[in-house]
T-cell receptor, first 115, second 113 residues
Framework: AQSVTQLGSHVSVSEGALVLLRCNYS??????LFWYVQYPNQGLQLLLK??????LVKGINGFEAEFKKSETSFHLTKPSAHMSDAAEYFC?????????????FGAGTRLAVHP | DTGVSQDPRHKITKRGQNVTFRCDPI?????LYWYRQTLGQGPEFLTY????????KSRLLSDRFSAERPKGSFSTLEIQRTEQGDSAMYLC???????????FGPGTRLTVL
């Protein structure tokens, strides 16, 4: 069965520092992988997705993620954190049969950015 | 394209009452999903519609929960005889055939007292 594990429920960085949020997946078939961001009391906004094209995926707001099959990982990075990046981040794997795709989410990582 | 909308944004109810939430997907999106998110957790899949047909229901969707999508447009999620454990954020998402990207609404936060 497909699953997602996000390592670290809380990550704290200084403004301008590298952001690294970790995600490992388990899938019996080639996965579709997603990163979403959630600001307080809001829905989820798609940051980026991997759909078996390029292994390095660029998303919005300067984020990118690299798909590594050998490590079953899809870690999210950003070279320089901004205060506005403080939010909760969710990694998800797509699970589908019959042509649709429900998402299986990790537990999330809360990112704090300090001045 | 106005995005996915949900109504109400917040709902406070007493245990035992019935509540109904509405989701309006992005126009022409034929796929609609409901998820539930409890505090400190990622969203969990509840149910899926393709057009008006409900094609999958999670075991999380007890018999107190019912969802509909008449005419394949908006959807409603009803919870009967609410319990305190139903307190959560209920998220709706939509997508279209041929893409695997789901777009989420702002959610309805339910508090059961």
């Amino acid at each position: 069965a497909q699953s997602v594990t996000q390592l670290g429920s809380h990550v704290s960085v200084s403004e301008g520092a590298l952001v690294l949020l970790r995600c490992n997946y388990s899938s019996s078939v080639p996965p579709y992988l997603f990163w979403y961001v959630q600001y307080p009391n809001q829905g989820l906004q798609l940051l980026l997705k991997y759909t078996s094209a390029a292994t390095l995926v660029k998303g919005i707001n300067g984020f990118e993620a690299e798909f590594k099959k050998s490590e079953t990982s899809f870690h999210l990075t950003k070279p320089s954190a901004h205060m506005s990046d403080a939010a909760e981040y969710f990694c998800a794997v797509s699970v589908g049969a019959g042509g649709y795709n429900k998402l299986i989410f990790g537990a999330g990582t809360r990112l704090a950015v300090h001045p | 394209d106005t995005g996915v909308s949900q109504d109400p944004r917040h709902k406070i109810t007493k245990r035992g009452q019935n509540v109904t939430f509405r989701c309006d997907p992005i126009s022409e999106h034929n796929r609609l999903y409901w998820y539930r998110q409890t505090l400190g957790q990622g969203p969990e899949f509840l149910t899926y519609f393709q057009n008006e047909a409900q094609l999958e229901k999670s075991r999380l969707l007890s018999d107190r929960f019912s969802a509909e999508r008449p005419k394949g447009s908006f959807s409603t999620l009803e919870i009967q005889r609410t319990e305190q454990g139903d307190s959560a954020m209920y998220l709706c998402a939509s997508s279209t055939t041929g893409t695997n990207t789901q777009y989420f609404g702002p959610g309805t936060r339910l508090t059961v007292l």
